[in-house]
T-cell receptor, first 110, second 113 residues
């Protein structure tokens, strides 16, 4: 089955700086890669996704890149703000289910 | 537009008991998937329902089951509860199957004592 590895497990950044989270996947058939943000006491919230026919996607301060050859994808958050503090999960899907990374706890220091 | 609604939010059960969790998907969404979230194992796929049929099941024992109704609402049941079943159970709603956006509810926090 699909195996998704996510790094780093924790990330502390100064407000205004950028944050980068990287994931690798094992199943070359995976073709959909969403990112989720989970705040304490809440369910995961879809923040951005990318499909295998696209190399990069951007939505305001958030961008995701995909390298299908190397089987890795990354989340970039620019101009971080305190409200970006949360746990972020990457996921990969090739059909019916999402396989998640272990999560990255992002702390934005004021 | 209402999001995914899961009830109850919190549950405390005793070992050996059974429990039923409920999920109401986003209006118009026909696919419902369930995930278990624990600190040790992370987010793991339980099963997927589409058009009232279980389409796929994850690597969980038969004590975990579910169903979907004609209005797309879904329930999952866990019988003979074990301490290790303590987790956050999340329901995800999708418009269709196969790599479409999945939106999660807030989850049901189950504690087995």
């Amino acid at each position: 089955g699909e195996n998704v590895e996510q790094h780093p497990s924790t990330l502390s950044v100064q407000e205004g700086d950028s944050a980068v989270i990287k994931c690798t996947y094992s199943d070359s058939a995976s073709n959909y890669f969403p990112w989720y943000k989970q705040e304490l006491g809440k369910g995961p919230q879809l923040i951005i996704d990318i499909r295998s026919n696209v190399g990069e996607k951007k939505d305001q301060r958030i961008a995701v890149t995909l390298n299908k050859t190397a089987k890795h994808f990354s989340l970039h958050i620019t101009e971080t703000q305190p409200e970006d503090s949360a746990v972020y999960f990457c996921a990969a899907s090739n059909d019916y289910k999402l396989s998640f990374g272990a999560g990255t706890t992002v702390t934005v220091r004021a | 537009k209402a999001g995914v609604t899961q009830t109850p939010r919190y549950l405390i059960k005793t070992r050996g008991q059974q429990v039923t969790l409920s999920c109401s998907p986003i209006s118009g969404h026909r696919s419902v998937s369930w995930y278990q979230q624990t600190p040790g194992q992370g987010l793991q796929f339980l099963f997927e329902y589409f058009s009232e049929t279980q389409r796929n099941k994850g690597n969980f024992p038969g004590r975990f089951s579910g169903r979907q109704f004609s209005n797309s609402r879904s329930e999952m049941n866990v019988s003979t509860l074990e301490l290790g079943d303590s987790a956050l159970y999340l329901c995800a709603s999708s418009l269709a199957r196969l790599n479409t956006e999945a939106f999660f509810g807030q989850g049901t926090r189950l504690t087995v004592v």
